[in-house]
Each structure stands twice: as structure tokens, then as C-alpha cells.
């Protein structure tokens, strides 16, 4: 640790006067007079004050004067002194160095909310606070700081502890101060640990619900697929159906018409024979037999030509009455969900 350049300076009547009556208030050992102790944390206050160039001077004589006024508050100026010794260690050990002399040399109850001084071996310490980041360099870092010291033990090593009561209540106070922050951070994180689940969650949920309308919606298309599928293969059936039937009907009516074309034929040879038959004055026996069985055939002809007629009729009727029959069936099934 470097040496603060000082320049000199000098105290005050009522300085010093203050200077006694609070530090015999502040003895905690409850004895006249002051701790030395004491009155080396007081005076290390105002050697940084004067270093600093906050003390004027104030009768002239290039000397800083140190009146009551510039005095440290006597009930934060210990509290003071622990912070500020703590600064002089470099900043990465600063945090191992807070906890093992609030965790490892000061047992706090938070009960009674009081604390006292422990004695602990050097080893232990060191075993306790590694994971803290304790070692020995820092040990004897702390001892130059003054806020720890050592005393040879019975086990051929060394017991750590507080330099001095008078420490005692400001580590305490820093001590609960630390808890709290860190009991307050830790709320923070378990908070903040909360907050990103239940986004999860409702990320999750949100997922879920997309795919789940995400399957809804293919499951509709596939169903409203599958409804098309069957209705155009419906109307592709009834398409080959109608060209089955005809198909069916032209052959018919080619069959027919070839049966038409046959029977007018032979209809035309009768009447022509028929013709010539009456021409004749006489018909001999078997010649009016035969016009007789023309005319007979002839009539049959004619007969069976209406009937046909007549058939034929029918069937358009029916045909027409159940194309209009399938045209409904079909529109009935179009329009269903």
C-alpha cells in the first residue's frame, strides 16, 4: 500500500475537545479515557480529509487548521474506516474479502440481532472460503489492511479475528446491508425465473394453439377434399352411366331402325304384290290365298308399328321422368355440409 503524501496541519481547540468527549462516548471497553484504537481510525478520517485538500486553512499560516466542524460523524466514521480499507484492495478480491470477515469473523444473530467476534483457525478459513475466493496472499492482505489480525494458536498454526471491537458493530451493519441486497437480488432472479416461465408458457400455449388450428384447418381441407372427390366422382359415374345408356339406345335405335328399314322393304314387296293381284280380273284359288295372307301380314305390320309407337313413347317418358328424378337427388347433394 502506497503512502498518502500529507502535508503538515494543525488542530483546533474545539477539534479537540470534540475529539475526547467522543471518543470517551465511543469506548467500548466502558473505561476512562480513549482507545488507541479509536483514535487511529479518527485520525486516519482526517489525514485523508487533509490529503484531500478539504481542510482550509484558516489563520494563514500555510497549514491546514482541522476545527470541529471538519470532524468525521462520530457514529459512521468506524463504518467509514472498514469501506474505505476494503477499497485499498484490489477491486477482484474486494467481495472474498467483505465475506470472510462478515461470514467467517463475525457471527451475526438475527434474533437478537447482535453479533460478536470469532477466533478461527487460519486452515479452516482458508477451506471454508476457497470457493470464495480466500487464499493466503489475501490473508495477509487483510492483516496490512488492519482490519484483521493473527494470533499464534495451540495447534502450531494461526487464529484470525477482527483487529478490534470497535469493528465489531460496523461489520455487523455491513453484514445485514449485503443480506439484504442479496436476499433482494435473489427475489429479482426468482422473479424475473417466474416471469420467463410463465412466458414460456404462454409461448407453449400459443404454439399449441396455432397447430392445433393449424390441424383443424387441414383437417377441413382434407374433409372438404374428400367431399369434392366423392362428388365429382358421383358425377363422373353418372356421366358414364348416361353414355352407357346411349350407347345402349343408339345401338337400338340403329337395330330398329335397321328392323324399320327391313319391315318397310318387305312392306313395300307386299303392297306391290298386292297390286298386281288386284290388277288381275280372276285371281286363281291359291292367289287369293296369297293376297289374302299379304293383306293379313300387312295389317300385322301395321299393328305392330303402333305398338312400337307406343313403346317407344313410354320410354321417353320414363327416361325424361328420371333424368329429372336424378337432377333433384344430385342438386340435394350438393347443397349438404
Not at 460523524?73 to 480499507?85: C, I, K, L, N, P
Not at 467481495?95 to 460478536?116: H, K, N, Q, S, W
Not at 290365298?289 to 317407344?312: D, G, H, M
Request: net charge neutral.
Amino acid at each position: 500500500m502506497g503512502v498518502i503524501p500529507l502535508p503538515p496541519f494543525e488542530y483546533r481547540e474545539d477539534a479537540l475537545d470534540k475529539i475526547l468527549a467522543g471518543l470517551a462516548i465511543s469506548n467500548t471497553a466502558q473505561q476512562s479515557g480513549v482507545e488507541a484504537f479509536q483514535l487511529q481510525i479518527l485520525c486516519d478520517s482526517i489525514e485523508n480529509k487533509v490529503a484531500a485538500g478539504l481542510v482550509p486553512d484558516r489563520d494563514g499560516n500555510r497549514m491546514p487548521d482541522v476545527a470541529a466542524e471538519d470532524l468525521p460523524d462520530f457514529t459512521e466514521v468506524f463504518a467509514q474506516y472498514y469501506e474505505r480499507r476494503l477499497t485499498l484492495l484490489p477491486e477482484t478480491q474486494r467481495d472474498a474479502a467483505r465475506r470472510v470477515i462478515e461470514d467467517g469473523l463475525v457471527r451475526y444473530d438475527p434474533a437478537t440481532d447482535e453479533g460478536r467476534r470469532l477466533s478461527v483457525d487460519g486452515q479452516a478459513l482458508l477451506k471454508d472460503f476457497e470457493v470464495a475466493g480466500l487464499s493466503p496472499e489475501l490473508l495477509r492482505e487483510l492483516e496490512n489492511t488492519f482490519l484483521v489480525r493473527r494470533e499464534p494458536n495451540t495447534l502450531g498454526g494461526h487464529n484470525y479475528e477482527l483487529s478490534h471491537d470497535t469493528l465489531l458493530a460496523p461489520v455487523v451493519r455491513a453484514k445485514k446491508r449485503r443480506m439484504a441486497a442479496e436476499e433482494e437480488r435473489r427475489r429479482k432472479e426468482e422473479l424475473a425465473a417466474e416471469e420467463a416461465r410463465i412466458a414460456r408458457e404462454k409461448a407453449e400455449a400459443q404454439r399449441r394453439q396455432r397447430r392445433a388450428l393449424f390441424t383443424s384447418i387441414v383437417a377441413g381441407v382434407l374433409v372438404l377434399a374428400a367431399v369434392v372427390a366423392t362428388w365429382v366422382a358421383y358425377q363422373q359415374s353418372n356421366k358414364a352411366a348416361d353414355a352407357i345408356v346411349l350407347a345402349e339406345q343408339k345401338t337400338r335405335e340403329a337395330d330398329e331402325s335397321n328392323l324399320n328399314a327391313k319391315a318397310k322393304a318387305e312392306e313395300a314387296e307386299r303392297q306391290q304384290r298386292i297390286a298386281e293381284l288386284a290388277k288381275k280380273d280372276a285371281l286363281t284359288l291359291s292367289e287369293k290365298a296369297e293376297l289374302a295372307e299379304l293383306k293379313a301380314k300387312s295389317e300385322q305390320t301395321k299393328a305392330a308399328k303402333a305398338q312400337s309407337e307406343v313403346t317407344e313413347k313410354s320410354k321417353s317418358l320414363f327416361k325424361i321422368s328420371s333424368i329429372k328424378r336424378t337432377k333433384t337427388f344430385t342438386g340435394f347433394n350438393t347443397k349438404m355440409p
